[in-house]
């Protein structure tokens, strides 16, 4: 199927797809398995919203498909290393000034946390509260640093 998007305008949806807000976008829609893995059913990659990149000006379009141009030989870290991955950092930067949206970096912070993406609970298991590495004072046995 021949696609009905310019070059540029394919440029930006490719960077949009790999931006954090579009991630957020994908875990909304996922369901749940009894497994660690989750799934997203194809109805709701079909609905899933993404940016219209045929309604963008001229301008945002040029600076999005060169931050494609820029970006798109890089390599993206896994989702879990979400908050420290300079590649994504950059997308959503392109993102951010070509569409005057506020910066990402506290949602790639949150969504590195997601136990989804991690495979980590939130929360430590009953009965271990209080023992993350956080919470150890000084002079603090070095096994229990090691949790």
Not at 4 to 17: F, M, Y
Not at 52 to 81: I, Y
Request: hydrophobic residues 45%.
């Amino acid at each position: 199927m021949q696609s009905s998007l310019s070059p540029e305008q394919e440029k930006a949806l490719l960077l949009w797809l790999n931006s954090t807000p579009a991630l957020l976008l994908v875990l909304s829609r996922r369901v749940a398995t009894r497994s660690a893995w989750m799934q997203v059913k194809q109805p709701q990659w079909a609905a899933m919203p993404v940016l219209d990149v045929r309604a963008l000006p001229g301008k945002a379009l040029a600076r999005l498909a060169q931050a494609f141009d820029d970006l798109g030989g890089r390599e993206l870290m896994a989702l879990a290393k979400l908050d420290a991955d300079p590649t994504r950092a950059a997308i959503d930067a392109a993102l951010s000034v070509a569409l005057g949206l506020p910066d990402f970096a506290p949602l790639r912070q949150l969504l590195a946390r997601e136990p989804g993406l991690t495979g980590k609970p939130l929360s430590p298991p009953p009965g271990q509260a209080g023992l993350s590495t956080g919470d150890l004072r000084e002079g603090t046995a070095t096994q229990l640093r090691l949790l």
